[in-house]
């Protein structure tokens, strides 16, 4: 678990992350060494999530023996799928990443969201509808295990 709490806003107790894998971690469907390094590290605070129409069809391959969990699903129920899953999960709890429009409503219902602009760029949507935008997937991990730089840009 991580615990953030937010000066003259609220306290998060983070249990859950939830990304998207096309545009957010991976390039073509293909993560790198580094990413995959860093779901490790982050598997040892936090349950970790991919949802994943898998649309390079790479994604089991890519995350073998990573301690992840991967949830795919056919194209064209995405955005609804997404919600669904981080509903039943805990919106409460939950860090949500992505860059589509099929992440906005996942984006919407989490604790805490982040979008990432990454190499493919990001749905306006999705920015508006988080708390917190980055330029690329490295950030995201420093701000999530670096935590005062979620306090420092959300507080109040």
């Known amino acids: 678990m991580i615990k953030i709490n937010i000066p003259g806003r609220y306290n998060l107790e983070l249990k859950?992350?939830?990304?998207?894998?096309?545009?957010?971690?991976?390039?073509?469907?293909?993560?790198?060494?580094y990413i995959k390094n860093m779901l490790i590290k982050l598997s040892d605070s936090l349950d970790v999530y991919i949802l994943?129409?898998?649309?390079?069809?790479?994604?089991r391959t890519q995350c073998k023996d990573l301690p992840i969990s991967i949830k795919t699903?056919?194209?064209?129920n995405s955005t609804e799928f997404k919600k669904a899953f981080i509903e039943k999960l805990s919106c409460?709890?939950?860090i949500a990443v992505g860059n589509g429009l099929n992440d906005v409503?996942?984006?919407k219902k989490a604790a805490l969201s982040i979008a990432v602009i990454g190499n493919e760029g990001c749905?306006?949507?999705?920015?508006?509808?988080?708390?917190i935008t980055c330029k690329n997937i490295s950030d995201?991990?420093?701000?999530?295990?670096?935590?005062?730089?979620?306090?420092?840009t959300l507080r109040d």
């Open 16 to 33: 859950n992350i939830i990304f998207d894998y096309n545009g957010t971690l991976a390039v073509d469907g293909i993560i790198s060494d």
């Open 92 to 94: 409460e709890n939950s």
């Open 105 to 107: 409503e996942m984006l």
């Open 73 to 76: 699903f056919s194209e064209g």
């Open 123 to 131: 749905a306006s949507q999705a920015i508006i509808s988080s708390h």
């Open 140 to 152: 995201v991990f420093d701000v999530i295990l670096k935590k005062d730089r979620v306090k420092a």
């Open 52 to 59: 994943t129409a898998d649309t390079y069809g790479t994604v």
